[in-house]
């Protein structure tokens, strides 16, 4: 039997991710802060459907890029387009504070690496998913009540605590409400900053397994930002690795991992292994 | 040439009780309050022989657009004979000349804490309501920096969010008095701590509500009809208190708004909050011929 002379065999083989039109593009963000060159020049592409993992040191840049893609902070230069219905060509940093509230709402989830930052801790885990919703427009109970119950659902989060408050929950439900939120209206683009950091190793499979599914059965674009190479290996397509505000390299995550290229990426691979 | 001769003669007070800058602030304020609807004003509140917190908001804006030709109706919890409303009123007439009433349909500035009164108030009346809390977003946001934030940027998902928990928790909505609403869709306010059944009574009404938190130096406005909208899910509706059927004690009127009193016998009976209306009710009865306006509710029904 031949696997390859199937259809579906060759799509796989083929870099199908590369031959769309890219969901996300910047282009030479520029930031510093003080003295510190946070980010020099860097080119970031990502395509519909494919996990993007970035690498890197702390310090290296990689959460202030991140930061951008959520609109949470501008660059001193560089321009920054997301593929979206009537947003095609327009450069996202140059929104008004409204707009850009909207767009995150609507179309960008993310997930913290501390659940503070992204959940409110006194409102229950269903109201943290609706408060989305509410943001988005949505005013009925029944229908705010129903999708938060579907959201919580596809996270893997378990139902009868849906009310509970996430002060109340475990480390890796907190995790789980965050990532119900960020993926309750569809986004175009999920960001996900270090979002096992900090859970012990088997609830960090349970969610990075509860990740892929929501990857495979969704086709959500992810970035995952991490510097556990396990984690990024495991889920990302593609890798990015930066180093001192630069992209030093990038390429498909098996290529990178397997044969990298420059001394800081080998470095970084010998040391895990 | 003495500094004397420049300065204007001595006198006891300033017309009003405020200085004239103080009025002249209050009356600019006052103004922004009303090119935008609902949206908070500070103001530098001035010392007023009253504590902080006893309607020292609503006193300065009543005390500002008062003359002696005013006719003013101060109202406490619905009563106008209540030490506090009595005082304030019996001090705004010594200090300005304007003539006192307990009628609303005379009124030319009603000041109020916690009711509107229930005959509908016209075109030339302002009504001047006490506010303790202007900040509806303080329950969800304590950093008012941030908070007027909210505001600027109609972020208002976390005051939604109160609303579905209550919902969730208890099956219906809990929030009695001071529910927050939509002024001229743009503005969330806190319609002082005014009860559920009032809140429609500012909807496009034809007098100018002035609302005032001395303590909190802030005043905003509901221009005359300008749409107040209180938030509520859209399958969801708005409830006003369940007053309709209730008949008050003494006069006999009902579909109002009334007070409860506990009796000995753990049993209540109720008594119209809006005692004038009581009181005209009784005339009524007695033969005095059309004592009562056009009121808000018919019949326990918001009408208007």
Same mark, same amino acid.
């Given at each position: ?18 031959? /769309? +039109?890219? *969901? %996300?593009?910047?282009?030479?963000? @520029? ?6 060159? &946070?980010?020099?020049?860097? !080119? ?85 998913? /609706? +408060?989305? *919703? %509410?943001?988005?427009?949505?005013? @009925? ?6 999708? &938060?119950?579907?959201?919580? !659902? ?120 | ?304």
């Amino acid at each position: 039997m031949n696997l390859i002379s199937e259809p579906a065999a060759l799509e796989r083989a083929a870099p199908r991710l590369m031959r /769309a +039109e890219p *969901l %996300l593009r910047m282009t030479d963000i @520029s930031k510093r802060y003080g003295d510190v060159r &946070a980010l020099r020049g860097v !080119d970031a592409v990502v395509y519909p459907g494919e996990v993007m993992g970035i690498v890197g040191e702390s310090g290296s840049g990689k959460s202030t890029l991140l930061r951008m893609m959520n609109l949470e902070d501008t660059p001193d230069s560089g321009d920054y387009t997301l593929r979206l219905p009537g947003r095609e060509n327009e450069n996202l940093f140059d929104l008004t504070r409204y707009e850009r509230r909207m767009l995150c709402a609507r179309h960008i989830g993310i997930v913290y690496q501390n659940p503070h930052l992204g959940l409110l801790m006194k409102h229950s885990s269903s109201g943290n998913v /609706a +408060e989305r *919703l %509410l943001i988005a427009g949505e005013r @009925s109970f029944e229908i705010l009540r129903s999708k &938060a119950r579907e959201a919580l !659902d596809a996270s893997e989060f378990p139902l009868d605590r849906m009310d509970a408050r996430p002060i109340e929950l475990s480390g890796g439900m907190q995790q789980r409400v965050q990532l119900a939120k960020a993926i309750a209206l569809e986004p175009a683009l999920l960001l996900l900053d270090e979002p096992t950091t900090g859970l012990d190793v088997s609830v960090q499979a349970l969610v990075l397994d509860t990740l892929k599914r929501l990857q495979r059965d969704r086709r959500i674009t992810m970035v995952l930002v991490s510097h556990d190479l396990g984690v990024i290996r495991t889920m990302a397509d593609r890798v990015m690795v930066m180093r001192h505000g630069e992209v030093v390299e990038q390429g498909l995550a098996d290529q990178v991992f397997q044969d990298p290229q420059h001394p800081y990426t080998q470095q970084l691979v010998h040391a895990k292994l | 040439m003495s500094l004397a001769t420049l300065t204007k003669d001595w006198a006891a007070t300033s017309y009003g009780f405020l200085d004239a800058s103080a009025k002249r602030e209050l009356r600019r304020k006052m103004l922004k309050a009303i090119a935008v609807p609902g949206c908070q004003m500070p103001y530098a509140s001035r010392e007023v022989p009253m504590a902080r917190g006893w309607g020292t908001g609503g006193l300065q804006v009543t005390l500002t657009l008062v003359n002696p030709n005013s006719v003013v109706k101060v109202i406490d919890q619905g009563a106008d004979d209540g030490v506090n409303a009595a005082s304030i009123r019996r001090f705004i007439s010594r200090v300005s000349g304007a003539s006192e009433t307990w009628d609303t349909l005379e009124a030319t500035i009603v000041q109020s804490r916690h009711r509107v009164p229930e005959e509908i108030m016209r075109e030339n009346q302002v009504l001047v309501l006490q506010v303790p809390n202007p900040e509806p977003l303080r329950g969800v946001e304590p950093n008012i920096s941030i908070a007027r934030q909210m505001h600027a940027d109609a972020d208002y998902g976390k005051l939604w969010l109160t609303l579905y928990e209550q919902i969730v928790r208890k099956g219906r909505i809990m929030q009695g008095a001071a529910y927050p609403s939509m002024v001229n869709g743009r503005h969330v306010m806190t319609p002082s701590p005014i009860p559920r059944w009032d809140v429609p009574k500012l909807n496009m009404s034809k007098h100018l509500t002035i609302l005032s938190a001395g303590r909190e130096k802030r005043l905003y406005a509901v221009p005359p009809y300008t749409r107040v909208e209180p938030l509520v899910f859209s399958d969801r509706p708005y409830l006003v208190e369940d007053h309709a059927a209730l008949t008050c004690r003494r006069s006999g009127v009902s579909g109002f708004f009334m007070n409860e009193l506990p009796q000995d016998g753990g049993g209540s009976v109720f008594e119209v909050s809006d005692s004038n209306l009581g009181i005209k009710a009784i005339d009524c009865a007695d033969g005095a011929p059309d004592a009562i306006g056009d009121t808000w509710y018919r019949n326990g029904e918001f009408s208007a």
